[in-house]
């Protein structure tokens, strides 16, 4: 069922290719950078979901015709299939939930400290994640935040 794997693949970079792209072409046309990573992070997420979403589909089928013609080699990779999922949903909750967690300390570190750039930071990466869950509604993977100064990467969530 490699196939079905492709097809959502494939899908879930149009569809992030349109909705992401849009986006990151404003933010490069505009100058606005926040606008490009959410359009690179939106591309980036649906490709995930895509992923996740072909994996599950390929899974189930050839664990289902498997099961029904009593193949266990088609069991056993429609099952390894649907662990390899599985795994890829939970690493990305982890990571999201990681996010999260880091800049939400950091907001309340930078109200604390009176830091406005460490303040900023934390919003600006705590809104990434909400507006990329809400435009894919499915896996959410964002570019990391960079320090407009010197350009550093100053954290990967």
């Known amino acids: 069922m490699k196939q079905i794997k492709k097809t959502s693949i494939i899908a879930g970079a149009i569809v ?12 490069k046309m505009s100058g606005q950078q926040i606008l490009d990573d959410l359009g690179e992070s939106v591309i980036d997420s649906t490709i995930l979901t895509g992923t996740i979403a072909g994996n599950v589909a390929s899974g189930a089928t050839d664990f289902i015709t498997g099961a029904v013609t009593k193949d266990a080699n088609k069991t056993k990779e429609g099952k ?15 990571t999201n939930v990681k996010t999260i967690i880091e800049n939400t300390g950091e907001i309340v570190e930078g109200a604390r400290e009176k830091d406005k750039d460490k303040l ?7 809104a990434k994640v909400a507006i990329v869950g809400a435009l894919t509604v499915g896996a959410v993977k964002i570019k990391p935040e960079y320090d407009e100064d010197n350009m550093a990467e100053k954290k990967e969530p």
Request: aromatic share 2%.
């Open 120 to 126: 900023i930071h934390g919003m600006k990466t705590l």
């Open 80 to 94: 390894d299939d649907l662990v390899e999922a599985g795994s890829q949903m939970i690493g990305n909750v982890k």
């Open 16 to 27: 992030g290719g349109v909705i992401g792209g849009t986006l990151s072409f404003v933010g």
